[in-house]
């Protein structure tokens, strides 16, 4: 029960440590999300918040969202996500939120479609084997085999790893430390890939699990300082040395 943030991924690059170590990192571009709506357990049996994102003209919208906005008095928003809430009482409509949310937090949670790849076979797909090279086989080389049994059950059951569309699922990737946030710039910098194409549209939340590894940022800090600590007393020894 967190809120949450809609950001649109720009692509990765890599982050560079004082220790002289660098990370790779997916950017992703923040725009901030707006109140829309404060729904109650009274209303409809769980507290939660209804949050707009991005912008769409007035034109591409149905007349019954035009008029949900009109009656909000707020601007039309291009995505409206619900956040179930604890305390329902520090949120009122109309109220912006943005990266202060995730102020101080190591780890998050983002859910994204992966890439589409079209029309994919069996060995693609579902990683098979596939037949034979050589000693018989003639034009059934990345076959799937075969799918089912004869007359009983008389049927393919429903399942069955088989070739068909690949890709273009929403997946969830926990866990991701979140290694550096520019407020200014309304930028998140996460450690390694998340799914998705450059400019698709990512959902970031408040890692769900309780997490108690040590992080690379807290790691590096720990190296740099032991690295300086044995550069002073190499020093010392040398100045000991001397004399």
Known sequence: ?????????????????????????????????????????????????????????????????????????????????????????????????????????????????TIGKGFAGAMKRHNFGGLRASHGVSVSHRAHGSTGQNQDPGKVFKGKKMAGHMGDKQRTIQNLELIKSDEENNLLFIKGSIPGAKNSIVLIKEAKKDIHKITLQEKFTALAKTLSDNKNDNKKDSKKEKK
């Open 1 to 113: 029960m967190s809120l949450g943030l809609i950001g649109k991924k720009i692509g990765m690059t890599r982050e560079f440590f004082d220790v002289g170590v660098s990370v790779p990192v997916t950017v992703i571009m923040i725009e901030k999300g707006r109140i829309i709506n404060v729904i109650t357990k009274e209303k409809r049996g769980y507290d939660a918040i209804q949050v707009g994102f991005g912008k769409i003209k007035t034109s591409k919208q149905t007349k019954q969202m035009k008029g949900f906005f009109v009656k909000k008095s707020t601007e039309p928003k291009k995505i409206l996500k619900e956040f179930r809430v604890k305390n329902i009482q520090d949120y009122k409509e109309g109220n912006e939120i943005g990266l202060e949310i995730l102020k101080d937090k190591k780890y998050v949670d983002i859910t994204a479609k």
